[in-house]
């Protein structure tokens, strides 16, 4: 049985299950969102309004609106798999689980993403390529990019205070969702949006794999900050202006007000630390 969240319409046959946003429901069909490759490949001929992530994210203007684009994200595989098998997965649910929990955590106050639609196409047997379709935060930008940009646009002083401020902006954000129940499943930086015009506003993006519950853990809200701190020593390494400064201020951030808060952050620093030194260390060998 497919779960429809309020607000929603599923639409189902022998080729397709797309969940539909009610009140978007005529002018998404009538512009054809039933075949979602058709809709990218025309918006990338254009070669503008281009998200990059795991592959090029297309906005496309919504027929019927003079304002509101949509963001059609494409399931793609990674690692090494991703050769052999480029968008093909098994089974049904998977847009329609992430459409259903990003539904949910927009509803109890998380800032993210409004779904417009969820679409599984069918391939093979129980095979099928994944789409999930977004509106689109035009002011936004990934937290790895408005770094980037603001390190080159400001001086010294200015970038160091500006980034403490969002770093600690972010940590808030990410503690919020756990507070209400949220694991994110890929917690990292180019999940996060900032918006340009208003670096306060934080959006938290892309919750496949992600979970909710009545109560996360202090496990589990240690995992996934871990994941969002090793993330910004990786990308560092890459030139992103990050220092292990800003590890500390981003986990003093989301522990303060703890009975245990030092002792949560030094052993969280101590598990980064482990963790990317491992890391490392399998590379290396990996490449000689």
Not at 197 to 207: A, H, M, T, Y
Request: aromatic share 10%.
């Amino acid at each position: 049985m497919i779960n429809v969240p309020p607000g929603y319409t599923l639409i189902e046959n022998a080729l397709s299950i797309i969940i539909v946003r009610k009140d978007y429901e005529d002018r998404l069909t009538k512009q054809g969102i039933h075949n979602p490759d058709r809709l990218i490949d025309l918006a990338l001929q254009d070669k503008k309004d281009l998200h990059l992530g795991r592959g090029a994210v297309p906005s496309i203007p919504i027929e019927g609106s003079l304002e509101e684009k949509m963001v059609i994200r494409k399931y793609l595989r990674g690692g090494f798999i991703r050769f052999l098998n480029h968008d093909v997965f098994w089974g049904l649910k998977r847009p329609l689980r992430e459409l259903l929990i990003t539904v949910e955590a927009f509803a109890k106050g998380i800032p993210t993403l409004e779904v417009l639609s969820a679409i599984s196409i069918k391939t093979r047997g129980p095979f099928y390529r994944g789409y999930l379709i977004t509106k689109e935060l035009s002011s936004f930008t990934d937290l790895a990019s408005y770094l980037t940009a603001l390190a080159s646009s400001s001086s010294k002083e200015m970038f160091f205070k500006k980034k403490d401020g969002i770093l600690k902006s972010v940590a808030e954000t990410v503690n919020l969702m756990h507070d209400r129940g949220f694991y994110h499943g890929d917690l990292n930086l180019k999940n996060i949006l900032i918006d340009n015009l208003n670096p306060e506003k934080i959006c938290i993006i892309d919750w496949d794999k992600s979970r909710s519950k009545e109560r996360l853990t202090r496990s589990e809200k240690s995992a996934n900050v871990r994941r969002f701190c090793r993330s910004m020593a990786k990308l560092s390494r890459y030139g992103l202006p990050l220092t292990e400064k800003d590890l500390m201020i981003f986990l003093e951030t989301y522990w303060q007000g703890t009975e245990t808060a030092s002792q949560e952050v030094k052993r969280d620093l101590q598990r980064i630390r482990l963790s990317l030194a491992l890391r490392s260390f399998f590379w290396k060998k990996l490449s000689k």
